[in-house]
């Protein structure tokens, strides 16, 4: 067991609708809500903060920003095809929050971060 929580982001049907409308290939293929959801994002957190909805909820609204630009960015990396005002508000209406609080290690050996 990993004392962390793990927030899971999904897209809802103004995130999808958004990565069609950017798309700067007219004849590529329209993203369905089922394959832009085939490989969420999962961030770890506190078990603290994955305890309950508030605690997820207060966790979320304190880093919506910079979830929302990751989000982002994993689709289009040029920030001016981003919408210029990113709220809680619009955060919420684009992705569905999921917290997962029972996470199990299953592999035998250290846990790394290669971005480090």
């Not at 903060?49 to 609204?61: F, H, L, P, T």
Request: aromatic share 12%; hydrophobic share 35%.
């Amino acid at each position: 067991m990993l004392n962390r929580a793990a927030i899971l982001i999904r897209m809802k049907e103004p995130a999808v609708r958004w990565i069609n409308e950017m798309d700067p290939s007219p004849k590529s293929h329209k993203i369905s809500i089922e394959s832009a959801n085939e490989e969420c994002t999962i961030y770890l957190v506190s078990d603290e903060d994955g305890d309950g909805d508030i605690a997820v909820e207060n966790w979320v609204k304190q880093n919506y920003k910079v979830l929302f630009e990751d989000e982002l960015f994993g689709w289009y990396t040029d920030p001016s095809l981003w919408p210029s005002n990113l709220t809680y508000k619009m955060f919420k209406e684009w992705f569905k929050i999921e917290c997962h609080s029972v996470l199990r290690d299953t592999v035998n050996k250290p846990i790394y971060d290669d971005e480090i």
